[in-house]
């Protein structure tokens, strides 16, 4: 099938656009969103892994290695729009918390939905997460995805242009997420994917090992703006740990949902290894932090984990943490890789 879409042109930025006509592998028609845009899946294919994904959310459905798919989360497009936990979904325009969902930028006050108790989380109400995307291009290794957030939305100031392309290349899978913005407004983009390396139950088996050698310590999880050395503390994964022993420890017994801070050289380096002794994901990102969620509100408390690359949480109300607004003419790109193989 062919479609006509936005497609970048040579002369200008990555994100600049005009209308280009692609040739768009035949996708799953997997719904109708409540909205009445068709929900899609397509499926992307390697000699190690077989992937699902659609265009609601951008969302990264299944990874099957063997005949286990590792992916936690809604299967089907009644679930997907009854998720409540970003299951595989690109979320924006802020992953993360916002303190009090206010921020100041450029000497003006901003609002932003609250949808979090007293706090903005992953871009508000109706996030990326929650909207059906534009497929520009589709093949059995890569897909492309775009999105135009108008000023306004959610109370951001600026329209900001996404592009997401999804590449599978053995039993690596990559995410590139673009953008671009007509006016300083802030960004901070990340995949919300659960890992269960079981295929079901919980991940509490899992060992999972964080390079990293701090963290921000969190109250009611927003940073207090300190940043500390893991050393010491049971936020130390820098060697493997059990999840379950370490959700069971009196200081986290709510789970892990914290922020760690990656190494600063640049390029994309690894960040974290997640093993249940037969498959071990490795996560490889540029991003300057990682959350680590242990889903103890998923429906299903703790079946899966989220390693969420991104910027620091409430970072808008910590101006000594990497910046996260973006301004005309610079060119946003985040990029994660998950590999698996198998190990034991």
């Not at 993360?96 to 992953?122: M, S």
């Not at 009196?250 to 960040?271: E, F, H, R, S, T």
Request: with cysteine; glycine share 10%; charged share 15%.
């Amino acid at each position: 099938m062919v479609r006509c879409s936005l497609a970048a042109t040579a002369s200008s930025s990555p994100m600049a656009s005009d209308v280009t006509c692609y040739e768009i592998m035949q996708p799953m028609h997997f719904g109708i969103h409540s909205q009445g845009e068709d929900i899609e899946v397509f499926s992307l294919s390697s000699s190690a892994l077989q992937v699902r994904i659609t265009n609601y959310g951008a969302r990264l459905l299944s990874v099957v290695y063997g005949d286990t798919d590792v992916v936690h989360g809604p299967k089907t497009a009644a679930e997907l729009e009854a998720d409540t936990g970003y299951c595989g979904s690109i979320c924006g325009r802020v992953a993360n918390r916002i303190a009090g969902g206010t921020f100041e930028l450029d000497g003006k006050q901003y609002a932003l939905a609250v949808n979090n108790g007293p706090n903005h989380l992953h871009g508000g109400l109706c996030g990326f997460s929650d909207r059906v995307w534009r497929v520009e291009f589709a093949d059995e290794a890569k897909l492309v995805l775009s999105l135009v957030s108008a000023a306004g939305e959610e109370g951001y100031p600026g329209t900001v242009r996404v592009r997401v392309t999804y590449t599978l290349k053995g039993d690596t899978l990559s995410l590139k997420m673009e953008a671009e913005t007509d006016s300083r407004t802030p960004l901070n983009l990340t995949n919300h994917v659960y890992w269960n390396l079981n295929g079901a139950g919980t991940v509490d088996d899992h060992m999972l090992q964080v390079l990293a050698s701090a963290y921000t310590p969190m109250v009611a999880n927003i940073p207090t703006g300190s940043i500390v050395p893991v050393a010491g503390t049971l936020y130390d994964l820098r060697t493997s740990a059990c999840l379950g022993q370490r959700n069971a420890a009196d200081a986290i017994a709510g789970g892990y949902d914290d922020n760690y801070v990656l190494p600063a050289y640049p390029g994309v380096k690894p960040a974290a290894v997640l093993s249940n002794g037969t498959l071990e994901l490795t996560l490889a990102t540029d991003a300057p932090g990682m959350q680590v969620y242990t889903g103890d509100y998923l429906p299903l408390k703790r079946g899966g984990v989220a390693l969420e690359a991104q910027n620091y949480p409430d970072s808008l109300h910590n101006p000594h943490f990497p910046s996260i607004v973006l301004n005309p003419g610079e060119a946003y790109c985040r990029t994660i890789c998950w590999q698996l193989r198998r190990v034991g």
